[in-house]
């Protein structure tokens, strides 16, 4: 049985200048549901969506700024992140230089202290607190994780949890899954497709799936590769409409060669 988003339902989206937070924006427009944006920049709100959709400027790291974002929503899309490695929108306490940097990368464990919005920050700490802003009547609340949160010690995982991405990752599920309230956490693989607003090698290669991948769910960590920004902002909406993706924690690639058209229902019932 599938229920639907409905015209009285109010979708928040935090992240929503992010790259899969604008395709989740777009994609919950074109159904025509009503959007709250959540974001630190009223400039790169405007920017991007004009006035299109109601923007709220907060930040996760301020428990105050959610009050008033949160008010009266059903669902929440939470799509925020940050780098995994140290990069400038860590927000460190002062400008770094050449020699900084080194001395970052060269003592990982020192890292997060001097920064005010590291994963352990963005990742663990403001997802709870926007769990914790949730109304109590929430209908759903998704968030996307990581592949590789349960093995973090193999690798690639390993490497890229060099700065806690994955341990701050896992917080945040665990903030979620323990609310009580009903949740759908999604385990993207290195994302693909535009827009690239990750600084790493996919970014660099413009890389993308040209639509010809298909989607592939599976539970239990085991599933690596590559996603679609594109194919999991969609995966992020359409499973508000998919009952049997609440209170699931799943991970989603891009595999195999892709159908005509996408069938979520088929797709989500992997997740049985
Ligand atoms: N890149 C990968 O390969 C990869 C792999 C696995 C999972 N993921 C996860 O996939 C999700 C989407 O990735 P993406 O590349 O689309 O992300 P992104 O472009 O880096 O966007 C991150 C968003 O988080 C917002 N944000 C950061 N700190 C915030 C704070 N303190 N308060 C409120 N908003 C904050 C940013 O807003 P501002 O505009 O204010 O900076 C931005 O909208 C993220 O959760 C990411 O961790 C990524």
Redesign the pocket.
Known sequence: MQSSLSESDHVLV????????QLAVAKLRSKGIRVRI????AE?ARKLFQDQVEAII????DPTSLQTAVQNITHIL???????FPSA?WDFNRTQGPLDWLKLYLNPKDCSAKAN?SPE???AN?VKNLVAAAPSDLKRFVF????GVLRKESLPYSLLNAFG?LDA?QKGEEAVVSSGLPYTVL?????IDG?Y??F?L?TLLKAKTDGKLGIVVDTGDTLSGE?S?ID?AAACVECLSHPNTEGKVFELVNKGPRPEAIDWEGIFSRLE
């Open positions: 935090a992240g929503a200048t992010g790259g899969v937070g959540l974001t630190r920049s790169k907060g930040d996760t790291l939470c799509c925020t992140g940050t780098t995994a929108r919005n920050q963005v990742d403001g996307i994780s990581s592949c991405v990752k385990r993207p693989g290195r994302l827009p607003t990750s790493d996919n996603t920004r999991l």
